[in-house]
């Protein structure tokens, strides 16, 4: 089992940055990739960003591309968010997901292939 923790929202003004984490612990290496997903209410889940754990290689979503910019500290076991130019369609429950598959290209902004969940932290932009 791998546990996932979000550190990190928070509410801020349009045009800021934030920055989330997220610490995994427990059998890491179970782990081939980790992603970030944001749920705004009455919406589906959305693939933000995701990562391989054994590279540098991401997949970033359209809607934040440019502005977001996912990242990793292997040693440390933790994920990263950097967000910048927020504006309030960013406005979400953030949720940090690990996987065990070992598939790729469109995979990792899916849901459907995520085995770990951590328990969101929410994200406020206001304008």
């Known amino acids: 089992q791998v546990q996932l923790v979000e550190f990190g929202g928070e509410s801020v003004q349009a045009g800021g940055s934030l920055s989330l984490s997220c610490a995994a612990s427990?059998?890491?290496?179970?782990?081939?990739?980790m992603g970030w997903f944001r749920q705004a209410p009455g919406q589906e889940r959305e693939g933000v960003a995701a990562?391989?754990?054994?590279?540098?290689?991401?997949a970033v979503a359209d809607s934040v591309k440019g502005r977001f910019t996912i990242s990793q500290d292997n040693a440390k076991n933790t994920l990263y968010l950097q967000m910048n130019s927020l504006n309030p369609e960013d406005t979400a429950v953030y949720y940090c997901?690990?996987?065990?598959?070992?598939?790729?290209?469109?995979?990792?902004?899916?849901?459907?292939?995520?085995?770990?969940w951590g328990q969101g932290t929410q994200v406020t932009v206001s304008s």
């Open positions: 427990g059998q890491t290496y179970r782990i081939n990739y």
């Open positions: 997901a690990a996987s065990e598959d070992y598939g790729g290209g469109l995979r990792l902004l899916r849901s459907a292939y995520y085995n770990y």
């Open positions: 990562v391989y754990r054994g590279s540098e290689s991401t």
